[in-house]
Protein backbone atom coordinates (compact mmCIF):
# COMPACT_ATOMS: atom_id res chain seq x y z
CA UNK A 1 0.00 0.00 0.00
CA UNK A 2 3.06 2.18 0.50
CA UNK A 3 4.46 1.75 -2.12
CA UNK A 4 1.30 2.40 -4.08
CA UNK A 5 1.15 5.68 -2.90
CA UNK A 6 4.09 6.38 -3.38
CA UNK A 7 4.17 5.63 -7.35
CA UNK A 8 0.70 7.22 -7.02
CA UNK A 9 2.16 10.64 -4.86
CA UNK A 10 5.11 10.49 -8.03
CA UNK A 11 2.71 10.32 -10.77
CA UNK A 12 0.79 12.96 -9.28
CA UNK A 13 3.77 15.16 -9.13
CA UNK A 14 4.50 14.38 -12.78
CA UNK A 15 1.67 15.24 -13.96
CA UNK A 16 1.83 18.82 -12.21
CA UNK A 17 5.35 19.13 -14.04
CA UNK A 18 3.70 18.40 -17.20
CA UNK A 19 1.07 20.87 -17.01
CA UNK A 20 3.75 23.87 -15.76
CA UNK A 21 5.98 22.95 -18.95
CA UNK A 22 2.66 22.92 -21.15
CA UNK A 23 1.59 26.30 -20.50
CA UNK A 24 4.93 28.14 -20.51
CA UNK A 25 5.28 26.36 -23.81
CA UNK A 26 2.22 28.06 -24.52
CA UNK A 27 3.20 31.18 -23.16
CA UNK A 28 6.22 31.21 -25.20
CA UNK A 29 4.70 30.90 -28.43
CA UNK A 30 2.46 33.61 -27.67
CA UNK A 31 4.81 36.09 -27.17
CA UNK A 32 6.63 34.99 -30.64
CA UNK A 33 3.78 35.00 -32.44
CA UNK A 34 2.60 38.19 -30.96
CA UNK A 35 5.50 39.62 -31.86
CA UNK A 36 5.50 37.87 -35.52
CA UNK A 37 2.10 39.39 -35.77
CA UNK A 38 3.49 43.06 -34.51
CA UNK A 39 6.43 42.99 -37.49
CA UNK A 40 3.99 41.64 -40.11
CA UNK A 41 1.35 43.74 -39.51
CA UNK A 42 -0.56 40.06 -39.58
CA UNK A 43 -3.99 40.75 -38.02
CA UNK A 44 -5.42 37.17 -38.18
CA UNK A 45 -2.42 35.99 -36.17
CA UNK A 46 -2.71 38.88 -33.47
CA UNK A 47 -6.25 37.14 -33.42
CA UNK A 48 -5.17 33.69 -33.02
CA UNK A 49 -2.78 34.80 -30.29
CA UNK A 50 -5.75 36.30 -28.43
CA UNK A 51 -8.17 33.55 -29.09
CA UNK A 52 -5.52 30.74 -27.97
CA UNK A 53 -4.82 32.55 -24.31
CA UNK A 54 -7.95 30.30 -23.41
CA UNK A 55 -5.81 27.43 -23.81
CA UNK A 56 -3.28 28.85 -20.49
CA UNK A 57 -6.16 30.21 -19.00
CA UNK A 58 -7.44 26.47 -18.90
CA UNK A 59 -4.17 24.70 -17.77
CA UNK A 60 -3.91 27.06 -14.74
CA UNK A 61 -7.59 26.00 -13.72
CA UNK A 62 -6.27 22.40 -14.21
CA UNK A 63 -3.09 22.82 -12.28
CA UNK A 64 -5.03 24.23 -9.59
CA UNK A 65 -7.70 21.44 -9.53
CA UNK A 66 -4.32 19.23 -9.33
CA UNK A 67 -2.76 21.01 -6.71
CA UNK A 68 -5.16 21.01 -4.12
CA UNK A 69 -5.93 17.55 -4.72
CA UNK A 70 -2.36 16.67 -4.26
CA UNK A 71 -2.47 18.41 -0.96
CA UNK A 72 -5.94 16.83 0.22
CA UNK A 73 -4.87 13.56 -0.74
CA UNK A 74 -1.35 12.68 -0.19
CA UNK A 75 -0.87 15.43 2.67
CA UNK A 76 2.93 16.13 1.07
CA UNK A 77 5.45 17.41 3.31
CA UNK A 78 8.71 19.56 3.03
CA UNK A 79 10.61 19.57 -0.31
CA UNK A 80 7.22 17.67 -1.61
CA UNK A 81 5.06 20.57 -0.31
CA UNK A 82 6.88 23.37 -1.58
CA UNK A 83 7.06 22.04 -5.05
CA UNK A 84 3.52 21.45 -4.99
CA UNK A 85 2.97 24.73 -3.60
CA UNK A 86 5.45 26.50 -6.26
CA UNK A 87 3.51 24.93 -9.38
CA UNK A 88 0.40 26.28 -7.77
CA UNK A 89 2.16 29.66 -7.91
CA UNK A 90 4.20 29.69 -10.94
CA UNK A 91 0.71 28.32 -12.77
CA UNK A 92 -0.82 32.48 -12.02
CA UNK A 93 2.70 33.60 -13.08
CA UNK A 94 2.77 31.80 -16.33
CA UNK A 95 -0.80 32.98 -16.74
CA UNK A 96 -0.15 36.41 -16.59
CA UNK A 97 2.76 36.42 -18.77
CA UNK A 98 0.17 34.70 -21.57
CA UNK A 99 -1.99 37.76 -21.00
CA UNK A 100 1.08 40.29 -22.21
CA UNK A 101 1.45 38.32 -24.66
CA UNK A 102 -2.32 38.91 -25.57
CA UNK A 103 -1.67 42.66 -24.99
CA UNK A 104 0.94 42.93 -27.69
CA UNK A 105 -1.03 41.33 -29.89
CA UNK A 106 -4.48 43.57 -29.53
CA UNK A 107 -1.49 46.46 -30.43
CA UNK A 108 -1.09 45.17 -33.50
CA UNK A 109 -4.22 46.45 -35.49
CA UNK A 110 -3.71 50.02 -34.08
CA UNK A 111 -0.22 50.54 -35.59
CA UNK A 112 0.02 51.02 -39.20
CA UNK A 113 1.93 47.69 -41.45
CA UNK A 114 2.54 50.27 -44.58
CA UNK A 115 5.10 52.16 -42.58
CA UNK A 116 6.94 49.79 -40.27
CA UNK A 117 8.80 51.82 -37.68
CA UNK A 118 12.28 51.02 -37.68
CA UNK A 119 12.84 50.50 -33.51
CA UNK A 120 10.34 47.53 -33.95
CA UNK A 121 13.72 45.19 -34.93
CA UNK A 122 14.85 46.48 -31.13
CA UNK A 123 11.82 45.25 -29.87
CA UNK A 124 11.92 41.62 -31.27
CA UNK A 125 15.53 41.40 -29.54
CA UNK A 126 14.05 42.43 -26.58
CA UNK A 127 11.24 39.77 -27.13
CA UNK A 128 13.47 37.07 -27.55
CA UNK A 129 15.70 37.75 -24.60
CA UNK A 130 12.30 37.82 -22.10
CA UNK A 131 10.78 34.71 -23.89
CA UNK A 132 14.28 32.87 -23.44
CA UNK A 133 13.89 33.74 -19.63
CA UNK A 134 10.82 31.89 -19.15
CA UNK A 135 11.73 28.94 -21.29
CA UNK A 136 15.38 28.66 -19.05
CA UNK A 137 13.18 29.29 -15.89
CA UNK A 138 10.62 26.33 -16.45
CA UNK A 139 13.26 24.07 -16.79
CA UNK A 140 15.01 25.03 -14.01
CA UNK A 141 11.89 24.02 -12.15
CA UNK A 142 11.38 20.93 -13.62
CA UNK A 143 15.20 20.23 -13.18
CA UNK A 144 14.76 21.72 -9.49
CA UNK A 145 17.73 23.83 -10.19
CA UNK A 146 18.37 26.61 -7.75
CA UNK A 147 21.71 27.72 -9.73
CA UNK A 148 20.15 28.15 -13.31
CA UNK A 149 17.77 30.19 -11.21
CA UNK A 150 19.94 32.53 -9.89
CA UNK A 151 21.26 32.86 -13.00
CA UNK A 152 18.07 33.49 -14.89
CA UNK A 153 17.70 36.36 -11.63
CA UNK A 154 20.93 37.88 -13.15
CA UNK A 155 19.45 38.42 -16.62
CA UNK A 156 16.19 40.66 -15.40
CA UNK A 157 18.82 43.68 -15.48
CA UNK A 158 19.74 43.31 -19.17
CA UNK A 159 16.43 43.09 -20.19
CA UNK A 160 15.80 46.19 -17.34
CA UNK A 161 18.66 47.90 -19.49
CA UNK A 162 17.40 47.09 -22.85
CA UNK A 163 13.89 48.96 -22.08
CA UNK A 164 15.50 51.82 -21.28
CA UNK A 165 17.38 51.97 -24.62
CA UNK A 166 13.91 51.40 -26.66
CA UNK A 167 12.52 53.87 -24.66
CA UNK A 168 14.77 56.25 -25.25
CA UNK A 169 14.85 55.71 -28.95
CA UNK A 170 11.26 55.24 -29.02
CA UNK A 171 10.73 58.83 -27.60
CA UNK A 172 13.13 59.94 -29.97
CA UNK A 173 11.47 58.96 -32.77
CA UNK A 174 8.21 60.47 -31.60
CA UNK A 175 9.40 63.71 -31.00
CA UNK A 176 11.66 63.47 -34.89
CA UNK A 177 8.40 62.00 -36.13
CA UNK A 178 5.24 63.62 -34.99
CA UNK A 179 2.85 61.61 -37.28
CA UNK A 180 4.15 58.74 -35.86
CA UNK A 181 3.52 59.58 -31.89
CA UNK A 182 0.12 57.35 -31.51
CA UNK A 183 1.76 53.97 -33.05
CA UNK A 184 4.86 54.66 -31.23
CA UNK A 185 2.80 54.89 -28.33
CA UNK A 186 1.49 51.29 -28.21
CA UNK A 187 5.06 50.68 -28.77
CA UNK A 188 5.89 51.75 -25.56
CA UNK A 189 3.13 49.86 -24.47
CA UNK A 190 4.03 46.10 -26.02
CA UNK A 191 8.27 47.29 -24.04
CA UNK A 192 6.93 47.34 -21.18
CA UNK A 193 4.60 44.08 -21.60
CA UNK A 194 8.07 42.60 -22.29
CA UNK A 195 9.81 44.26 -19.71
CA UNK A 196 7.08 42.90 -17.25
CA UNK A 197 7.80 39.22 -18.58
CA UNK A 198 11.01 39.58 -17.33
CA UNK A 199 10.47 40.63 -14.02
CA UNK A 200 7.60 37.90 -13.98
CA UNK A 201 10.63 35.17 -15.23
CA UNK A 202 12.17 36.56 -11.80
CA UNK A 203 9.39 36.13 -9.41
CA UNK A 204 9.35 32.55 -10.91
CA UNK A 205 13.07 32.17 -10.65
CA UNK A 206 12.62 32.77 -7.10
CA UNK A 207 9.88 30.74 -6.45
CA UNK A 208 12.28 27.77 -7.95
CA UNK A 209 15.17 28.36 -5.68
CA UNK A 210 12.26 28.29 -2.52
CA UNK A 211 11.24 24.90 -4.01
CA UNK A 212 14.73 23.50 -4.55
CA UNK A 213 16.55 24.78 -1.47
CA UNK A 214 13.67 25.69 1.30
CA UNK A 215 15.36 29.01 1.41
CA UNK A 216 14.62 32.71 0.31
CA UNK A 217 16.93 33.80 -2.72
CA UNK A 218 19.46 37.08 -1.47
CA UNK A 219 17.83 40.08 -2.04
CA UNK A 220 18.38 41.88 -5.19
CA UNK A 221 17.16 44.42 -7.12
CA UNK A 222 13.58 44.19 -8.64
CA UNK A 223 11.78 45.75 -11.27
CA UNK A 224 9.04 48.56 -10.69
Known sequence: MADHTVKAFDEDIGRLRGLISQMGGLAEQAIDRAMRALQRGDLELAKRVRRDDKQ???????????????IALRAPMANDLREVVAALKIAAVVERIGDYAKNIAKRVPMIESEHRIEPISVIQAMARMAAEMVHDVLNAFAARDAAAAVEICERDKAVDDFYDSIFRTLVTHMVENPKTISEVAHLLFVAKNLERVGDHATNVAEMVYFAATGTQMADREKGE
Not at 56 to 70: F, G, N, P, Y
Open 56 to 70: IDAIEAEVERLAVRI
